[in-house]
């Protein structure tokens, strides 16, 4: 006997299955003729996906900055792992992952290069933060739990160090087995031409449609020669929205030449959750429906993409054998103002809410499908 199983569920290629989870894994698709303890009916009027991966998030609640509750950015929006971006260092991941371990939703870290994680805006301008034996022993403490490390790379974060950091950082990471690096831009210096340079397979520059000068596109409109090459040599493109670090004109630009994501990610916490321009996962994953990605291409970018640049092997694909952690959402004809990181709009007329969750095999009611009674029994 199963112990979940949704019935006529609606995959986002308009296919409808049957998914049953058993023991916190997905244990069958397709027509299922068994039974389960529990089952939720569907009717093929709302779509089912891996379950979405938010792959830039700041949830370590006694953070001095940037602060929230993995539960409210996570399950609670229908959101079922998060990964936190380097709010804490060596020196705080300790607490960090203990605090984690009462969320529902599964959370994960990007350790911060500098020991100190995110205690103020400048911590990588003093090298001296940056202890090699410190991060090394961090993950040795807890691997599984960091799958990364997180390096700041703008002006107001690296004070007078320049590409310093990061050239420790690429340091860091070949000593402890090439562990994936995302990599914050900003304002410059360090330029960013010299921080791509650096970049090699697998790292992910995050804050990609930017609009500061220092962005991923030329005065002209082009993409930048240096992006341009680290794309091609496996780079890749994170959104990381945030309070100051999504644009519309320079994403629309982007997108427009081919220049996709890969994944979309929202850098929410409490602020720019409750007061925008962020909210949610869903809100920031409808804003680039709006500027012209596909259902399909957007939903790849919060599961299957996501989960393979963090290297989340359990995670991210509807397949036997996976964590059983799904999303229930509806895509609806809604139209929406957005608003950027620049406080500029874009008219939206579709928005994907997510209505409830299935974390590990067990159901949950987002905030939203509460509020409006879905999937009352």
Sequence with gaps: MFDLILRNACLVDDTVIDIALKDGKIAALGEITGEAK???????????????????VHCYQKSPIYHDDPDSIGINTGVTTVVDAGSTGADDIDEFYELTRKATTDVYALLNISRVGLIAQNELSDMANIDKIAVRDAVKRHPGFIVGIKARMSSSVVGVNGIKPLERAKEIQRENGDLPLMVHIGNNPPDLDEIADLL????????????????????????????????????????????????????????????????ISSDIYCRNRINGPVHSLGVVMSKFLSIGMSLPQVIDCVTAH????????????????????????????????????????????????????????????????????????
């Design 38 to 56: 529990e089952e939720r009916q569907l009717n093929g009027e709302y779509y089912v996906s891996a379950g979405w991966i938010d792959s830039h």
């Design 306 to 377: 996501a989960a393979d640049g963090l290297r989340l092997a359990s995670k991210g694909r509807l397949s036997v054998g996976l964590d059983g952690d799904l999303t229930i959402f509806t895509q609806r004809r809604q139209p929406t103002v957005f608003t950027d990181s620049e406080s500029q709009t874009l008219q939206g007329e579709q928005l994907l809410v997510a209505l409830a969750a299935v974390r590990a095999g067990k159901w949950f009611v987002t905030e939203q499908g509460k509020e409006e009674h879905v999937f009352d029994l």
């Design 200 to 263: 090699t397979t697998g790292d992910i520059i995050t804050h990609c449609y930017n609009g500061k000068p220092n962005r991923i596109l030329t005065p002209a409109g082009e993409l930048r020669a240096s992006i341009s090459s680290a794309i091609q040599r496996g780079v890749r493109l994170d959104v990381g929205h945030g309070s100051a670090s999504f644009s519309f004109e320079v994403a629309k630009i982007a997108i427009g030449k081919g220049i996709l994501p890969h994944t």
